[in-house]
């Protein structure tokens, strides 16, 4: 989708620190971490939000779930957690569907 970051880094026509790739997915570092390991997994294809991902797309659904956990895996992590924000309201900046990974320092909840 024309002028969508996340499609660009999918396609490689700007850069990221790509982790790991899928058929359907790239995982690639937060350019701004809030955690030792911050990676978003993004389905190749476009969606807005993870639900319009499950609806439209439920293999690349799934997908992110396994590739954030084989990234876990490979940095080494036992305990992360996994983020989806869905609305400016909650904090998405983003309207390519987006999974967060963080992992590697002692979290709260509730969450801010
Ligand atoms: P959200 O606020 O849930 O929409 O998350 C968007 C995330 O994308 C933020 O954590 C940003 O730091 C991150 N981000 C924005 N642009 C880039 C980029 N070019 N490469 C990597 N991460 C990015």
């Not at 937060?30 to 439209?56: C, I, K, M, S, Y």
């Not at 396994?66 to 036992?78: F, I, L, N, R």
Request: aromatic share 6%; net charge negative.
């Amino acid at each position: 989708m024309e002028d969508c970051i996340f499609c660009k880094i999918v396609a490689g026509e700007i850069p990221g620190e790509v982790v790991h790739a899928t058929e359907r997915t790239v995982a690639f570092r937060d350019l701004n971490p809030q955690a030792p390991t911050h990676v978003l997994v993004v389905p190749r294809r476009h969606f807005a939000n993870a639900a319009e991902l499950a609806a439209g797309d439920p293999e690349a659904s799934a997908e992110l779930l396994t590739t954030a956990a084989a990234v876990a895996a490979d940095e080494g992590h036992d305990d992360y957690r996994l983020v989806f924000n869905t609305g400016a309201g909650v904090g998405q900046t983003v309207f390519h569907t987006h999974l967060h990974l963080l992992a590697g320092r002692p979290m709260t909840w509730p969450p801010g």
